[in-house]
Every structure is written in C-alpha cells, then in structure tokens.
C-alpha cells in the first residue's frame, strides 16, 4: 500500500492511498469520486509517461509521499432544478385535465345514463366541439328558445368537461333537456324514468342541426347535416303493379337490422337497407305493399350506425331486448353500400389509398398513379366540414382536396346493460386523439384496451353495442 498526493487544477489530494494489488483503474475511480474527472478523461503523469488502466505497479518506481500530477475536464456538475418538482395534485385542475389525456366523467342525476354516454360520444367529434364553440350566446329569430338553450348548454357542457378532472354534474343541461324534450321528464313513483339513448342522440342531432345553420344561405349549409348526415337514394317496387319509383331522404344514421340470418353488421347494414312499406298505388287505387331498396348517395364525416335490438312486445308491454351476437368491426368499408353514382367518386380515392398500403408494404403502386406522380397522403376526417352534406366529392383543406373512400374507423360506442330499453344501464366507450380508449361509466373512466372494444357485439348479458360511430378515412390528393 503507497500513500501519495494528487495535483489537478488548484486541488491538492492528500494521502491518496494505492492498493498495489489493484490495477490502476481502481485508483482512477477513487479521483472520480473526488474530482468528477472521469477515469478515461484522466492523464496521470508517471515515469515513462501516463498511467494506463491496466499497468503494473511494481514497473512505474512509485514511492510513499511522492506527488503525482492529474489533468482532465470534470462533468458538468448537475444543477439543481430553479423550480422544484410539480405534482399532478398540486397542478391547476384545468392542466391536470389536459396532462390526464381524456376529459371527466358526467354524474349520474337519477337514470340519465342514457344522457351522459349519449353527450360523451357526441363530445368525442372536434368538429362539432368546434362549431359549438363559434355559436352566437345570442339567439337569432331561426332557431327557438328552447333549441337556442340547448346548443349553448350543450356548448358550456362540453366545455366544463375539457376543464374538469372531476365528474362533472350535468345539471343545467339536463335541465334545458327536459324543457325541450318534455320525454325525458318522465317520473315513475317520482323518480325519473330511464330513457332510450337512441331518441336522446337523435333528438340532439336534430336540435344542434337547426340552430347550427348558417345565418346565410349563400354560406355553407347545416354543418351537423355535413358530420353526421346521408342521403338515401330509394327504389320502391310494386309486385302487384310492377309500378317502381324513386325518391331520397336524409337520415343521419344507418340501422342494423338483426335476425338469426344477421352475424356481423354489415349484414345487419344490408338488411336495414331493404323492407317493405304500404302506400296507395295510382294503378290500382287502394293502399298496397312496396319493395323499397335503398343505397347510400353520400356519405357524412361520422357514420353512426344503430343496432336494433328492440322491439315492442305485446304480451309484456314493453320494448324487450334482441341478445344476438352481432360482430362489428375496427374498419368498416361500406362501398357496396353505396349507389353507381357515388361508386364511380369513390373508386380514384380508393385506388390511391390501396396504393399507399402497397406502398407502405413495399410494394410497387399501379402503373396508372405512378405514371401521374402525384403526391399523395393520407389524413383523418379532421379539419373544417364545408357543410354540404356531399363530402365525398372532397373539400378544401390547406389547398389539397380531401375524398371519402368508403372507408370508416369505429371511435366510439354506446352499450347497453340489460333486458329492457326502459331499464339497464347505458356506458361510451370513447377513442382519444391518442389512440387510447376510455370507458365512461358516469362518473368513472378508465382506459381500456382496443381488443376489448369489439368484444361488446352481445350473445349474453353484458355490455352490449347498441350505437357505433365511426370516422371517415379521407385521402388527399
């Protein structure tokens, strides 16, 4: 064992001790600890020049007292933070909303979680977010009272859930509900009677629908029309008559019809699409039974798609509940939904979007989009909407024309617990801007995985979907 002093700098080490048994790496790291040089930046000067890590003592004629001489830079010495740690806790709650990732849940006011999971997937589309939050507080002499209530409720809602990490009581908006939908007041032994989601989500669309209207016609038309809207192009045969006739309607949602013939939604979409009505033939002058067929004329930015599952039931008197497992997908494509017309504008989209995917696989694109060069890119249904009702002819976003491809991404859905429409529980399953998947159960979230999502088709007592909504794929070209 030697005892030695080391000079680096201004600093003097006293009394270094060697342990001679060591290799010198060793003795590298007790400088280290004293001087924050690390060893492969320390030159040590000895006889015969600097010590390497792995010399040999006895070779380098050290003696007891003998003063060694040490260069090299020191690290950074790590600075204490100016500011000290921040907890979540300790945060704003408007921050800690954001930080968290997904918005709060909605407290249950007494059977109204028909209310909550409907308002949480409709809060879900930033496009209506947005129109909502361009709405005038000012009622204009087009919309009523009541209707003018109800979007700026509607508005302050949506808002107090962004800023919240607390369940938020929805008292003003259900208020101005019930006031305009006199339905949702209903009282069973004075307690609030549980309510349909489904007539809550239409009747929502409807109202947002007129008093989102722009004050001008000469400006884009009903937004919400534009989100959430089809046109239906129908064909109505008469067997008895063989007269046939064609007429259109907007809807602002598809049904899925179930039968034990009906095993995935797209069979349940295409089963909705036919059926039969009575109506008076001019031919034969009395009320006969029609074939109506319908095909999709255009497509809206969030297709929503409602699961029929119930249905009056004489001998109970009530809306009992179809149990059939439906399976519904993460990707739906609903081209040969779609009328010749509509088929004919989607199918350039579409080549350029299996393109991209061949792309992205390392396959070669076709030789007709090659030979264009165009650059192309894929986006979400995001931006704003132009209103009218026809996206799929594309609109203008940042000077690139966006077009629908038939192509559709679930983001949320709506289940229902239970045997009854006036029983059970309602939950949303809602995705986020990050891909992750929120349960909202009233008042309580929590994340959920993707597999699970589809997982909620029914067949028992569980969770079942009874409303999906998905977001339009639109490729820019």
């Excluded at 007891?64 to 260069?71: A, I, V």
């Excluded at 509900?177 to 409807?206: I, S, V």
Aim: proline share 4%; hydrophobic share 35%; with cysteine.
């Amino acid at each position: 064992m030697l005892t030695v002093s080391v000079k680096w700098q201004k600093k003097v080490f006293e009394s270094m001790e060697i342990d001679t048994s060591q290799p010198p790496y060793v003795f590298k790291a007790q400088l280290y600890d004293l001087s924050g040089v690390p060893p492969e930046r320390q030159k040590i000067m000895v006889k015969g020049g600097i010590l390497k890590d792995d010399a040999d003592w006895s070779t380098l004629g050290l003696k007891n007292g003998q003063k060694l001489m040490m260069m090299g830079t020191a690290d950074e010495i790590v600075k204490a933070p100016e500011k000290g740690p921040v907890f979540m806790e300790d945060l704003p709650e408007e921050e800690r909303a954001a930080n968290l990732g997904y918005s709060a849940g909605l407290v249950n006011l007494g059977n109204t979680c028909y209310m909550n999971s409907t308002m949480q997937c409709l809060k879900s589309v930033p496009e209506l977010k947005s129109e909502l939050s361009n709405y005038q507080s000012a009622r204009t002499k087009d919309v009523d009272q009541t209707s003018h209530m109800l979007t700026v409720a509607t508005r302050e809602l949506f808002s107090e859930l962004d800023k919240s990490v607390k369940a938020v009581a929805p008292m003003p908006f259900w208020m101005v509900l019930q006031k305009k939908y006199p339905q949702f007041a209903q009282l069973h032994n004075g307690n609030h009677m549980q309510q349909d989601a489904e007539e809550c989500w239409t009747q929502m669309l409807y109202t947002l629908s007129q008093s989102l209207k722009p004050p001008s016609p000469s400006e884009d038309p009903d937004a919400v029309k534009a989100l959430f809207g089809l046109n239906l192009r129908s064909r109505l045969h008469c067997q008895e008559s063989s007269e046939e006739s064609s007429e259109t309607e907007s809807v602002f949602s598809l049904k899925c019809h179930i039968s034990h013939e009906v095993n995935h939604l797209h069979e349940g979409l295409k089963h909705g699409l036919k059926g039969e009505l009575e109506k008076t033939s001019p031919a034969l002058g009395r009320t006969v039974v029609y074939i109506k067929e319908s095909l999709i004329d255009s497509l809206p930015r969030y297709l929503t798609v409602q699961f029929v599952r119930f249905f009056w039931k004489r001998e109970s008197n009530q809306k009992a509940k179809i149990l059939r497992k439906v399976d519904y997908p993460l990707e739906l494509d609903i081209y040969d939904l779609c009328s010749e017309d509509l088929r004919k504008k989607l199918e350039a989209p579409r080549q350029k979007l299996r393109d991209i995917e061949g792309q992205k696989l390392g396959l070669q694109a076709s030789a007709k989009s090659s030979s264009k060069g165009d650059d192309v890119k894929m986006t979400d249904a995001e931006g704003s909407s132009n209103g009218s009702g026809e996206s799929s002819n594309g609109d203008q976003q940042g000077g690139a024309s966006s077009h629908m491809t038939g192509i559709y991404d679930l983001v949320s859905v709506l289940t229902h617990k239970g045997r009854s429409a006036d029983s059970g529980h309602y939950v949303s399953w809602v995705k986020q801007e990050s891909g992750k998947w929120v349960q909202y159960d009233d008042a309580n979230t929590s994340l959920q995985r993707e597999e699970d999502i589809t997982k909620l088709s029914g067949g028992g007592d569980w969770h079942m979907a009874y409303i999906v909504m998905y977001k339009a794929r639109l490729i820019s070209m």
